[in-house]
């Protein structure tokens, strides 16, 4: 069997059982248990990463993830937006000016 043969079923094996639910980790277990090299189970998740990457769609937009906090009366509470850097500029910027 040439190398390249051994290390597509590997990635096909990879694929079939990542399909089915199994984690990678339990995978790597299996497999180095049957006696299969760590180099070449990397390399063949490598291969299956690639794969998958390439039949994945393309995102189109960033998601926006929006959230609020509440207290515990479940009423909003509204927060400042101005980031820590923001603040400390404004700091360093009024001792510049004293």
């Known amino acids: 069997m040439r190398r390249l043969d051994y290390k597509e079923q590997l990635s096909d094996y990879l694929k079939k059982n990542l399909a089915k639910g199994y984690t990678i980790e339990s995978l790597k277990f299996a497999l180095t248990n049957q006696g299969y090299s760590r180099v070449s189970i990397e390399q063949a998740l490598e291969q299956v990463h690639k794969d998958l990457a390439e039949k994945a769609p393309p995102v189109a937009e960033k998601p926006v ?3 609020s906090l509440y ?3 479940n009423k909003q509470v ?3 937006q101005n980031s820590f850097w923001a603040k400390l500029k404004a700091a360093m910027k009024s001792k510049k000016l004293k």
């Open 71 to 73: 207290d515990e009366y």
């Open 65 to 67: 993830i929006k959230y």
């Open 78 to 80: 509204h927060i400042e």
